[in-house]
T-cell receptor, first 113, second 115 residues
């Protein structure tokens, strides 16, 4: 079945550590996105990529980094510079930047311990 | 900049009844899309319905329909014959048809369907 797979489902990070969240899709979609979800704040865009080897900052990119070396993969690294990383992270994709329906993964819950 | 506002943090409805979720948005764009996404307890986001701004006819998908008022910048979702499986967080979203094609999401409305 085609879809988006995020792993792990739960992730715990110690203060000062970098962690990487995985997002893989087998939908052959060109565009991929990372969102952060906090209670009462909806979804906020961290980074997005519309083609391989290219990505753009979203609204809250500080403390995060991404790469897009393969079409099907868009990992997100939460660095130690992110002051409040505890949140739910969602990865999404669209066929290309002109197609409007987004397909989402099941999310990763990151907790700083 | 575009903004999306959902003024109802929580709502409840009896099973089989009808409920309307509100959404307003602000934009200077003339061509854009509006969406309602559902996030059930599993947290998997699912597209419920989509509306193109250039279309005057309101979109419908089975029990789900929208009331799109372009001049008022209002985009409400009506759920008819509510079912227990409709219990979820509902997000209103905006996307302009140019540039970066980014979604702008509202803060969500938590809907609980009561048996």
């Amino acid at each position: 079945d085609g879809g988006i797979t995020q792993s792990p489902k739960y992730l715990f990070r110690k203060e000062g550590q970098n962690v990487t969240l995985s997002c893989e899709q087998n939908l052959n979609h060109d565009a991929m996105y990372w969102y952060r979800q906090d209670p009462g704040q909806g979804l906020r865009l961290i980074y997005y990529s519309q083609i391989v080897n290219d990505f753009q900052k979203g609204d809250i990119a500080e403390g995060y980094s991404v790469s897009r070396e393969k079409k099907e993969s868009f990992p997100l690294t939460v660095t130690s510079a992110q002051k409040n990383p505890t949140a739910f992270y969602l990865c999404a994709s669209t066929v290309d930047r002109g197609h409007t329906e987004a397909f989402f993964g099941q999310g990763t819950r990151l907790t700083v311990v | 900049a575009q903004t999306v506002t959902q003024s109802q943090p929580e709502m409840s409805v009896q099973e089989a009844e009808t409920v309307t979720l509100s959404c307003t948005y602000d934009t200077s764009e003339s061509n854009y899309y509006l969406f309602w996404y559902k996030q059930p307890p599993s947290r998997q986001m699912i597209l419920v319905i989509r509306q193109e701004a250039y279309k005057q006819q309101n979109a419908t998908e089975n029990r789900f329909s929208v009331n799109f008022q372009k001049a008022a910048k209002s985009f409400s979702l009506k759920i008819s014959d509510s079912q227990l499986g409709d219990t979820a967080m509902y997000f209103c979203a905006f996307m302009k048809v140019s540039g970066t094609y980014k979604y702008i999401f509202g803060t969500g409305t938590r809907l609980k369907v009561l048996a």
